[in-house]
């Protein structure tokens, strides 16, 4: 079966949806954009366990560890057929700690190709999620921020040991680190030339 996967990550305020929208718009391959998140929340919505997106990392780690499992069937399936860029975190911030979002068996069934870090400055994601109100994010320190991304990046080694994925490290700075962003991820997405043909 061929697969070409590409996983994107970068903790929130980060943007990643912003370079993920412009870098499909741009690539000459047509991908399947699949939100991890989305797919973890419809089926916590069917069974009833939240009404928000922001309650799940809440959930006690079982029910959430179930969820992503789920998931991560789904996006096997779809990836069967076609690429497949998959809308992430590498770690998830939860009360009680970071919750791990490519668990053994989550990394081993998705198989991903490339495991992307879009990455920008401390006090830059702190600055755009002050301008972004819509969603409920967590108060966050630069020194927290700092530590989340260090941890993101220890995490991305260990799924590269369990899959065949390549770690990219994309930067994203306010100066005009959007365009060369785009490029970046534009090069990776296009690799998948042929693959299915
Ligand atoms: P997002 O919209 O990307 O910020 O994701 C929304 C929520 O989906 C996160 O706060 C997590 O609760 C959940 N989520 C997304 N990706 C994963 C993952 N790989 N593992 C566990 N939970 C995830
Ligand atoms: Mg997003």
């Given amino acids: 079966?061929?697969?070409?996967?590409?996983?994107?990550?970068g903790i929130p305020g980060v943007g990643k949806s912003t370079i993920t929208r412009r870098a499909m718009e741009r690539a000459r391959v047509e991908y399947r954009l699949l939100n991890f998140g989305d797919l973890m929340f419809e089926e916590a919505v069917k069974q009833g366990?939240?009404?928000?997106?922001?309650?799940?990392r809440k959930l006690s780690l079982d029910v959430q560890k179930k969820l992503q499992l789920r998931a991560a069937e789904k996006i096997?399936?779809?990836?069967?057929?076609?690429?497949?860029?998959?809308?992430?975190?590498?770690?998830?911030?939860?009360?009680l700690g970071y919750l791990l979002g490519f668990p053994k068996d989550v990394i081993k069934?998705?198989?991903?190709?490339?495991?992307?870090?879009?990455?920008?400055?401390?006090?830059?994601?702190?600055?755009?999620?002050?301008?972004?109100?819509?969603?409920d994010?967590?108060?966050?320190?630069?020194?927290?921020?700092?530590?989340?991304?260090?941890?993101?990046?220890?995490?991305?080694?260990?799924?590269a040991m369990y899959?065949?994925?390549l770690i990219k490290i994309i930067e994203n700075h306010e100066d005009?680190?959007?365009e060369e962003a785009v490029e970046e991820l534009v090069k990776i997405l296009d690799l998948a030339v042929g693959k299915y043909a």
């Avoid at 079966?1 to 990550?9: A, D, E, K, N, R």
Wanted: a neutral charge; proline letters at 5%; one cysteine or more.
């Fill in 137 to 159: 994010r967590d108060v966050e320190t630069e020194e927290q921020i700092k530590r989340h991304q260090d941890l993101n990046r220890a995490a991305a080694i260990v799924y």
């Fill in 76 to 95: 096997r399936e779809i990836a069967e057929k076609e690429p497949v860029i998959l809308d992430t975190h590498c770690t998830i911030r939860t009360p």
């Fill in 176 to 178: 005009k680190g959007l």
């Fill in 109 to 135: 069934t998705i198989n991903p190709n490339f495991i992307v870090i879009i990455e920008a400055f401390p006090s830059e994601i702190l600055g755009r999620r002050l301008r972004d109100l819509k969603r």
């Fill in 163 to 165: 899959s065949d994925a």
């Fill in 49 to 56: 366990l939240v009404k928000h997106r922001d309650e799940m």
């Fill in 1 to 9: 079966m061929p697969s070409f996967v590409v996983v994107i990550t």
